[in-house]
Structures are given as C-alpha cells and as structure tokens.
C-alpha cells in the first residue's frame, strides 16, 4: 500500500530480524516470535544509500551493532552507527539489508540499495513505486 503526499513517495514497509529469522530456520524459535515493525510510511529516498531507522525500532527488532560508516548528510559529514541484517518487505517483495540508525526525529528511509534489490524504481511524478520498467514491472536481477 502507497501514500501520496506532496513531492514525496511513502510506502508501507514490513521490517524484520533476520537473527530471528535464522533461529525459526535452525528451529529454535517458533515463527511467531520474530520480531518485526510494520512501517505505514516509509519515506523512499534516492539519495540514501541504505535501509535507516531511528534507534527505537532497530532496539525492538533487536538489531546487534557491527560496524561504523562514514556519511554524507544535510548536517555535513556523520559516523553512523549500522546494524545487523534485516528482511524488508515492500509490497510483496523482500530483500535482506543492513541497517543505519538515524535520529529518532527522522523517518524510516528506504534508500537506493534495497530499492535496485527489490528492482523498484522511484516514479516521482506519480508519488510512487513501481517495477523495473526494463524488467517489464517484473521483479528480476540483473547478473552482469
């Protein structure tokens, strides 16, 4: 499900903890006990580089810190902090992504990596997201 809103595409996001996921896969965790956030208005950014979460949700999916990463922002060059796997599920497709905290003020940002994984491409001008155009709207991967 989209939301339109002025020169912005929001989408309804499915974000899950891929450790948890391993555990129902090793079978020492029931399935429903993943945990999981259900974000009715993830903001598609293009210029984000990755999956970006405020740190109230990475601590309810029970993300673990693996590394830090250098960053461009609109506040100038940040450290930012990234977490462990997750599967993000946007409109029936899902794709495994890293996560950057970003400030609690911030939205759910859903950037350019996990989109080309979910091979959707940013329809500005209509607010939304569709499929690959070159992939005839199926979703598809590009190997070479």
């Known amino acids: 499900m989209e939301t339109q809103a002025v020169g912005r595409i929001l989408v309804t996001a499915k974000v899950e903890s891929l450790p948890d996921l391993y555990k129902v ?20 950014d293009t210029s984000a580089t990755i999956l970006s979460m405020p740190k109230r949700l990475i601590d309810q999916l029970g993300l673990l810190p693996v590394r830090t990463r250098r960053a461009r922002s609109s506040a100038g060059s940040v450290t930012l902090q990234i977490y462990s796997g997750v599967r993000l599920t946007i409109q029936g497709r899902d794709c495994l992504s890293d996560v950057a905290e970003v400030p609690e003020d911030c939205p759910v940002l859903i950037g350019q990596v996990p989109l080309e994984l979910l091979d959707f491409v940013a329809d500005c001008k209509n607010h939304r997201l569709i499929g690959n155009p070159e992939h005839g709207g199926e979703h598809m991967l590009d190997m070479y």
Do not use: D, N
């Not at 896969?25 to 598609?44: D, H, S, W």
């Open 25 to 44: 896969q090793e079978g020492t965790l029931p399935a429903e006990q993943v945990r999981f956030v259900e974000i009715p208005e993830a903001l598609v």
